[in-house]
């Protein structure tokens, strides 16, 4: 028997509400225990917290500068690159060491705050961990946002300079690389930017890489909390438990005359494949490792996960 469409749509609207029902009572239950826990150990874990955000986000990097100015390995690096690189970025992040001297004080009622946000659920806790991991590692991003900067021009440099040795020229208009006749001054100034970029890119491309390491293990971190966040927020919980008891109460994208038939429009969202396959396939596309190596090998920005739509289609 085929399914009126009204039919249908009272049957999607009642498992959507059920559904969004008991995902936000299982949000809240498991904000409560999470409170319960942070309340029970409110002292511990600020120790914790106030003890590592200096030693892991300033003294570790600045022992890691420290060691790349002074030819690590063996790795003869530029002298006044390298210096101008540590000097640099030691004193970014001393200022926001001060910044985090300062805000220590508040940090009693940072854990008020994450308390009281965990009675709205355990996922507006996560969403202000998130939003504090950004305050808290602006330096990094700072830094990575510098260096990755360098290191992409001078990647540009390079590649321009390949052009000039080959006797090609890229056009712009047309968006294609063009034969081109070069002067011998030009041959010689290019022959000596090339020159300073090569004795310059190992030093640009070591830093480049200790602060894209950094960048690609926040990323990580962002990744799995926001997969954890979007699983939370959309999880089916009501129709597995249907599909579990009563199999033929789940809404579907098909209905059987005989043959099957796919009805007209977009899914309803409403199924287990829709929730799991979609989620998966944006948060899998974005975080795709092969994308990140090559955004990182050419200097672009890494980016956390765009919640626009309009944003997704510009990354990608």
């Known amino acids: 028997m085929q399914v009126l469409p009204q039919n249908q749509a009272n049957i ?14 299982n949000d809240m239950i498991i904000g409560l225990a999470f409170r319960q826990f942070m309340c029970q150990n409110r002292d511990v874990l600020n ?5 590592g955000l200096e030693s892991t986000l300033a003294l570790r990097v600045q022992r890691v500068l420290l060691w790349l100015d ?3 390995a063996g790795l003869k690096l530029n002298t006044e690159l390298s210096g101008f690189y540590s000097h640099g970025f030691m004193a970014l992040i001393a200022q926001w060491t001060k910044f985090l001297h300062r805000s220590l004080s508040f940090l009693p009622a940072i854990s008020f705050l994450m308390e009281t946000t965990s009675l709205l659920g355990m996922t507006m806790a996560l969403s202000l961990f998130l939003d504090l991991l950004r305050v808290l590692t602006a330096h990094l991003h700072a830094c990575y946002l510098v260096s990755s900067t360098i290191y992409r021009h ?8 390949w052009n000039l040795f080959r006797g090609k020229r890229y056009n712009a208009l047309r968006n294609r690389t063009d034969p081109w006749d070069y002067d011998v001054d030009q041959l010689l100034l290019g022959t000596i930017l090339f020159t300073l970029a090569a004795h310059l890119f190992p030093t640009v491309l070591v830093y480049y890489a200790v602060f894209a390491s950094l960048r690609l293990s926040l990323i990580v971190l962002y990744a799995s909390c926001e997969t954890l966040l979007a699983f939370m927020n ?5 129709g597995l438990m249907l599909r579990s008891k009563d199999p033929q109460r789940l809404p579907g994208r098909w209905t059987t005359q005989r043959k099957m038939t796919e009805l007209d429009g977009q ?12 989620l998966w396939r944006r948060l899998a596309q974005h975080y795709h490792p092969i994308r990140l190596g090559k955004r990182m090998l050419m200097g672009r920005v890494l980016d956390t996960f765009p919640h626009s739509p309009a944003l997704a289609s510009q990354n990608h």
């Open 154 to 161: 001078i990647l540009m440099l390079i590649g321009s300079l």
């Open 234 to 238: 959309h999880f089916p919980l009501f």
């Open 70 to 72: 002074s030819w690590p």
């Open 12 to 25: 999607t609207s009642i498992y959507r509400y059920y559904n969004n029902v008991w995902v936000i009572l």
């Open 267 to 278: 899914p309803s969202g409403d199924t287990f494949e829709y929730f799991i396959g979609e």
């Open 47 to 51: 120790a914790i917290v106030a003890d």
